[in-house]
C-alpha cells in the first residue's frame, strides 16, 4: 500500500510541474469520455434501448429489394397478408411529406401512409378520436387522417378537431 502512495504522489508532483503537458492531458481525457458518452448515447437510443411498443421482440420488418431499393409493392403486401401463415398480423406503411392546408398558410409536414390495424398492432392508443376502421384501408374509403400530437398543437390545440375537415395534398380527409 506504501508503494501505491508513494507512486501517486510522486505522479502528481510530475503532473504539477509540467503544467503543459497536464492540461493536454486532461483536455484528451475529457474529449475522449466524452466523444464515447455521446457515441453511446446514440447507439443506445436508436440499437440497443428496447422500442416503446408492447412485446417489441415481436415486431419484424419484411421487405423485398429489387433493382438496389428496398421496397413492397400494394399488390406484394396484399399478396403476402392473403397467404400468410407464420405472423400474427401483418401491417404495411410508407412514409412521405404532405401539404397540410392550415388557417395561416399551407406547410410541409412529414407524414405515414399505414393500413388499418398498424397502430393497434402496436399498442399505441390515441389521446383524441380512433384509430382507422378496416373498410378505410378500402380505395375511395381512405380519406381519414390521424394527426400526431405536434400536428394537432400546430392546428391550434382544438379538442373538437374530430370529424372537422382538414386539406392534405389538396384533397379533402
Sequence with gaps: MTTILQNARYSFRLLWKNPG??????????????ANTAIFSVLYASLLAPMPYPDPDRLMVVWSKVDGRTAVSAGDYIEWKRQNKTFQDMQAWTGGNFNLATPEQPEMVG?????????????IGFFLGRDFLPEEGSPGKDHVILLTHKTWERLGSDRNIVGKPLRVNNEPY
Design 21 to 34: 503537458f497536464t492540461l493536454v492531458a486532461i483536455v484528451t481525457l475529457a474529449l475522449g469520455i466524452g
Design 111 to 123: 407524414g405515414r401512409i399505414v393500413t388499418p390495424g398498424f397502430y393497434s398492432m402496436q399498442g
